[in-house]
């Protein structure tokens, strides 16, 4: 937000220029007068100055694009020139707390003025008799007059470029970590909640995951002794979702695709998610999916074994880049356990109920081998 103090490329900002404006008339005052000093005049008991309805406190802080409310045309009963029958035999106290009643039906019909704002700061310190309490009054009065002066210098000046303020999406980025399917683990004649040779999901801990059975340690391990999945010969079919959503070899069989359980972040807690996270400066997409897949669940995926599967783009900001990985080096684990409950192995044509929605959206639109999505935009958008 631009506020009306603001200096902009090194040159003063408008309150600097209006501010010293002011300091040049109050020296203009003293040349011609010399340094003046009155009783004040003020205090609650004291006759008031024939005024009108103006705008409570509230309004009157808030106000930046009023209209004046001034010229010789002014209708009587608003702003200085109105309500002068009714101060007759009011005094200050009174005439402050009728503006700040009347000024609340000012505001509803639509009819601020700078006029309103004004007078109501005038009357308000008018109503004061203690020193510290008026200064602070005055204070009021002047800055509202330096406002308006700068709402008046606003009309003269072009209106800002609206390419000004380009519009720039935030980015996420999304690792799919895909492992052929094990056969389901159910808990119930109706339970399909549960993760596929999991018990529940993974264990955090540098040293790899623990379940119950043999599927939960990954089969395979790469030169350097970490588990791969579909190096060469595995047939593959690079490149393709279809491909990379099925396991090579003898049945072709889905595959599972690794989750975690969200907690303590505020978003999405309790519900499953993919390894994901925002784009960061100087950093390519391809390199967030390695970060973000070692920092969650400490595994090393190699940048040419990411195939990139689906763009979705929710509204109103946000743009979700997809990337599957059928190898890399390392055991899974939960290696962010303040951000994840636990980890888990999902089938892609059995996701679980309880998921964060987009990604739950990608991963239908990335089995069927759509490329492109919006999500939760309002039709026409």
């Known amino acids: 937000m631009t506020h009306d103090g603001e200096a902009s490329c090194g040159a003063p900002g408008p309150l ?26 003020t205090g609650p008991t004291t006759p008031a100055v024939p005024g009108a309805p103006t705008t409570s406190e509230g309004a009157g802080r808030g106000a930046t694009d009023a209209g004046d409310g001034t010229g010789v045309a002014g209708r009587a009963g608003v702003g200085f020139g109105g ?10 106290g009174e005439a402050a707390e009728r503006a700040k009643r009347e000024v609340t039906e000012a505001a509803a019909r639509g009819a601020l003025t700078w006029r309103h704002v004004l007078h109501e700061e005038v009357l308000e310190a008018f109503a004061e008799d203690e020193p510290a309490a008026l200064r602070a009054e005055l204070i009021q009065v002047a800055a509202v007059a330096v406002k308006w002066v700068q709402a008046l210098d606003r009309r003269r000046e072009p209106p800002p470029r609206r390419d000004a303020q380009r519009f720039r999406a935030i980015v ?29 999901g993974l264990t955090p801990g540098p040293e790899g995951f623990a379940g119950s059975g043999p599927s939960d340690r990954l089969a395979r391990r790469g030169p350097e002794g970490g588990p791969m999945w579909n190096g060469p010969g595995d047939g593959v079919a690079r490149g393709l979702p279809g491909g990379v959503l099925r396991a090579g070899g003898t049945g072709a069989r889905v595959r599972e695709v690794l989750m975690g359980r969200r907690r ?12 994901s996270g925002h784009l960061e ?5 391809v390199r967030a ?15 040419d074994d990411l195939t990139f599967v689906h763009v979705m783009h929710r509204a109103p900001d946000r743009v979700g880049l997809f990337f599957a990985a059928n190898r890399w080096a390392g055991e899974p684990y939960n290696a962010e356990p303040h951000k994840c409950s636990e980890l888990g192995w999902w089938p892609l044509d059995r996701l679980p109920a309880d998921m964060v929605g987009y990604p739950a959206a990608a991963l239908a639109r990335i089995r069927d081998g759509v490329p492109f999505a919006h999500h939760e935009w309002l039709p026409g958008h």
Do not use: C, I, K
Request: aromatic share 4%; net charge negative.
């Open 172 to 200: 996420d980025v999304h690792v799919l970590l895909l492992r052929p399917a094990a056969p389901p683990v159910r808990t119930g004649p109706d339970d399909e909640s549960t993760p596929n040779g999991l018990g529940g």
């Open 281 to 285: 400066a100087g950093e390519s997409v």
């Open 83 to 92: 309500g002068l029958a009714r101060g007759v035999g009011e005094d200050a």
């Open 289 to 303: 999916a390695v970060r973000e897949a070692r920092e969650e669940v400490g595994v090393v995926v190699d940048p």
């Open 16 to 41: 600097a220029r209006v501010l010293a404006e002011v300091a040049a008339e109050r020296a203009a005052q003293d040349a011609m007068w010399g340094v003046q000093d009155f009783p004040d005049g």
């Open 264 to 275: 303590g972040t505020g978003y999405g807690d309790g519900l499953w998610h993919l390894p």
